[in-house]
């Protein structure tokens, strides 16, 4: 137990500074990059909330494509701010195209959010109930027609009755309501005397 509490302990510490480092480096970018007062700081903490919910939305399974630019979008930024202030970058004379992509950032930022928000997928539980949609009829198996005579159960095929217990399902789901003879009839095709037999077995 004492283990895993180091263990822990030892992620949380890191993540901390490498978080706090990570600000403190977008901040003066953006400090350089003629952003002063609380705007310098709301730089640092737009990039890693967008970075956090692009994450989170890799880590749901949906909208990835979505996860993927903002998570990208957000790892650039937060990287190059991290590269620059390594001595790389003259803070006192920042190049022309840095400024401009430093004030164009809340635009971006906003445009990753909302698309992060405003694309997730339907609840695995809707997607797993498709609507049952109504069968046409010239989707519907062709049946031979029979003389009008009293028929005995045992001249319906099998494989009619399931189909007929099917469309049956089918109509109850979609209305409420037990599917009566004259429309199981239209459904099927099949003559009065046929379709009263096949009810009857449903």
């Known amino acids: 137990m004492r283990v895993i509490l180091a263990r822990i302990d030892a992620v949380v510490v890191q993540a901390v500074i490498a978080a706090a480092l990570s600000f403190a480096h977008l901040h003066d970018i953006a400090s350089a990059a003629g952003q002063h007062g609380w705007k310098a ?3 640092p903490v737009s990039v890693d909330l967008l970075l956090v919910a692009a994450w989170r939305r890799l880590r749901s399974g949906s909208s990835r494509t979505a996860g993927w630019c903002g998570f990208l979008i957000a790892l650039t930024a937060s990287l ?3 590269i620059a202030t390594a001595g790389l970058l ?5 190049p022309a195209w840095l400024r401009i992509l ?3 950032w809340p635009a971006v930022a906003f445009l990753g959010g909302t698309l992060l928000a ?5 609840p695995a539980e809707d997607a797993a109930q498709p609507e049952a949609a109504p069968v046409e009829p010239d989707q519907q198996p062709s049946t031979p027609e029979l003389p009008p005579a009293s ?3 045992s001249t319906v095929p099998a494989a009619l009755v399931e189909h007929a217990r099917k469309l049956a399902a089918d109509h109850l ?9 004259p429309t199981l009839r239209t459904r099927l095709g099949v003559p009065p005397q046929l379709a009263e037999v096949i009810a009857a077995q449903l």
């Open 151 to 153: 028929l005995p159960v």
């Open 80 to 82: 190059g701010a991290n």
């Open 173 to 181: 789901t979609l209305t409420g309501t037990a599917i009566d003879t």
């Open 41 to 43: 700081w709301a730089y």
């Open 118 to 122: 405003h694309t997730a997928a339907k």
């Open 90 to 94: 003259d803070e006192d004379a920042v």
């Open 102 to 104: 430093v004030a164009g």
